[in-house]
């Protein structure tokens, strides 16, 4: 056991790296060698410890199990063709944690333990992290409520942990959407901007019957009327109606994605008009009748830019045209030449490891 | 090892139950000798097993720590007189749980694991239901999503679980609430109506903001417009204008207590003019100015009835009278008299074990 920065790191006898086969991989099924542990107890942070991956004892009555105190993150490390690794604008996503910790009722991660502790793991790890176009190693920080107890109150005790598992290129396959009309993700007042474990879990039974449906996936409306885009299940949402680019605000119902973010900001250097106001359905369906719809697209940190090849709402079904000039492939692109490091990054959105 | 209904049940050596201080219980915090487990996997439900109250091992990356599939239910076994032991309309719980299995995409339970298990695992812990008023044992069944995996769909494998908790003679101290004009509880369209874990985490933020204050719950109100009585943390909401009670009807943001519905029923067997409608702020508010706001009381299996001593709506700051012919102190009466066989049981709510 050697400790850097407060941190107790143990690290694993024989790394699993050299048995894992990369070409083969599962999203999320596979995990390196080491995970990252901290206790929040008698209303403080522990020692954080990083420790061989592997199973955990919880009590049945812990909380987090019967009243859902639980957040995440997900973010990406890349390597580039100089065998550097690097995070993508990783404040952005310790920041959002923090959000969703005071919307959960559970205790902010400070910058030592979250930033320090990914790094120092992502660097014990880095034998995980592979080269080539599409391929990262995807990183969950997340919080759970660990008291035993079955009160329904706030946890006096949390877990926060870091887990992380190889990704391949991603090909999602094809994506037909739904506009939702009648069930939704999240209430006004409620906890849809926070990465709250609850929310995803609301979100798998309306997205089965679109499956059923043959729709992958399920582009939610607001839960008052309908009426206005929000987001997909793990994707923040662009319309791209003539050459202009929309996307909702973010609000207390959606989040604030860091892959939107960037996005918007890469639009602005290429000159696209992009617009942050409400979307309507109304106004899509219309533009996607008179020829004016060119593109929907999805983005998000596992799928990165994730184009939508048509959709239904109500009795309304639509394919998006091909277009010459994709936008989304376009940000795809872009977003890619910064990850793997090809470009200058003008924006400081790496964070070399 | 003996097996009954296929329930293989392993004994604990010495039962903790002499040991335990009965007078001295903090809710949900101690647990009896045995607990029930079960796991669905290849889509089906494998052999129940009951076995001693124990930590469980599982994966940090277990679908219910990220994307919270995770419901529950609250119930309670009574003791009688005579030290007959009994449940208390135990089929409506397992209705509403297998409601929000389906809501979360999760797999029913058939009755044979959830309603068998549950009587022998009472009947094998009998000891820890205690006699006198107010006393109980708390029953939790719950199931969780137990698949290792971090991709966002709902999981493949999962853990029915019950576990059994002593209960004193439950006083709650004061409670004067807030009625909420900001924060909100569920979506239309969402899961408000199922015991989903995430729907209690997601109040425990603006309920802790309300403790702030010097109020100790909530009632929420309509995410949409916030001029509707929906329900507290963990009880359904009664108000009385006159002599008449009023209860939001049931729909998919509030959830159909088993106490609301008995209390329902009581009113009526009582002639007490009962309505199930919506329930404005408004309403309420000008009851109180004229003096026809009687009471305000919330019902639950925890706290059974709760009266709601005073409220503050924005501005508007109202204290309960002290009322002669409680509605609040009938139906507590009513419904221990029933819990602990002290009546005839006429509507045949208790099952003995
Ligand atoms: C609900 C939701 N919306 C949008 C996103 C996209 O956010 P980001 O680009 O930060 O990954 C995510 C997360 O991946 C999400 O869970
Ligand atoms: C949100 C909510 N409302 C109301 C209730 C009351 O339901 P019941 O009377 O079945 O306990 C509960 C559970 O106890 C609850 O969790």
């Not at 990165?304 to 959709?311: D, K």
């Amino acid at each position: 056991m050697t400790s850097t920065h407060d941190i107790v790191v143990d690290q694993v006898q024989e790394s699993r790296v050299g048995t894992t086969n990369f070409d083969n991989l599962i999203f999320g099924k596979t995990f390196t060698d080491h995970m990252l542990e901290c206790t929040w107890r008698d209303g403080k942070w522990e020692t954080a410890h990083i420790k061989p991956y592997g199973p955990i004892m919880v009590e049945p009555s812990s909380k987090v199990f019967h009243y859902g105190q639980a957040i995440f993150e997900g973010m990406k490390a890349f390597k580039d063709a100089q065998g550097n690794v690097h995070l993508f604008r990783p404040e952005d996503n310790w920041i959002r944690f923090n959000e969703s910790a005071k919307r959960l009722a559970m205790p902010t991660v400070p910058e030592e333990i979250f930033m320090d502790g990914l790094k120092k793991l992502v660097d014990l790890d880095r034998e995980w992290v592979r080269q080539g176009d599409g391929v990262s190693l995807y990183l969950r920080p997340f919080m759970i409520a660990s008291e035993n107890g079955v009160a329904a109150a706030p946890s006096t005790e949390y877990k926060f942990m870091i887990v992380m598992s190889p990704a391949r290129a991603y090909y999602r396959g094809d994506v037909r959407v739904i506009i939702a009309s009648q069930f939704s993700r999240a209430a006004d007042g409620g906890v849809g901007y926070a990465k709250a474990a609850g929310n995803y879990a609301a979100s798998f039974y309306p997205n089965n019957l679109a499956l059923e449906e043959g729709y992958q996936q399920i582009i939610w409306t607001d839960a008052a009327t309908h009426e206005y885009l929000e987001e997909a299940g793990t994707m923040n949402i662009f319309v791209r109606i003539g050459d202009k680019l929309l996307t909702s605000p973010h609000n207390d119902r959606i989040l604030n994605g860091v892959t939107r973010r960037s996005v918007i900001q890469l639009a602005k250097d290429h000159n696209i008009d992009v617009e942050e106001r409400r979307v309507s359905v109304k106004e899509m369906n219309e533009a996607a009748a008179n020829g004016e719809l060119k593109e929907i697209f999805g983005t998000g940190t596992a799928a990165v830019i994730v184009p939508v090849l048509g959709y239904k709402h109500e009795d309304f079904v639509h394919d998006l045209p091909a277009v010459d000039d994709s936008y989304a492939t376009l940000f795809k692109q872009k977003l890619s030449d910064i990850h793997y490091n090809r470009v200058n990054d003008e924006h400081e959105w790496l964070v070399k490891i």
